[in-house]
């Protein structure tokens, strides 16, 4: 991330500007902003949901089973190292991660989500 000092805008690594807040009015834009985002990040995880379910669908009619600890460690593995990346704590993107995908295994394991 990084800060012009021209105009107290953070830019991070997509490019992506947020103001740094100064007065009320910012803060209100900061805000709209983060409800924004996480509006696309539920809509994320229910894009995720739906292609797990296709996965589920796909491992049942290959007579595979729902549990796969070395995809899970391979998921998990692969976040933390981006989130390394992007200087974002590690700990918090693997517990997220554990969640998402121990809810898509019981979605799988009950074929509807």
Do not use: C, N
């Not at 991330?1 to 834009?29: K, Y």
């Not at 709209?32 to 292609?51: F, H, N, S, Y």
């Not at 089973?65 to 692969?78: K, N």
């Amino acid at each position: 991330m990084s800060r012009s000092p021209a105009d107290g805008a953070v830019s991070d690594a997509e490019g992506t500007e947020a103001r740094a807040a100064t007065g009320p009015a910012d803060l209100d834009v900061l805000r709209r902003q983060v409800t924004e985002t996480d509006r696309e990040l539920v809509e994320i995880l229910g894009a995720r949901r739906e292609l797990v379910l296709a996965i589920g669908r796909a491992k049942t009619e290959l007579g595979m089973q729902v549990l796969d600890p070395a995809r899970e460690a391979l998921v998990i593995r692969r976040a933390s190292e981006i989130a390394r990346e992007r200087g974002i704590d590690q700990e918090m993107v693997r517990d997220v991660l554990w969640r998402v995908i121990a809810s898509a295994r019981a979605a799988q394991e009950k074929g509807t989500g």
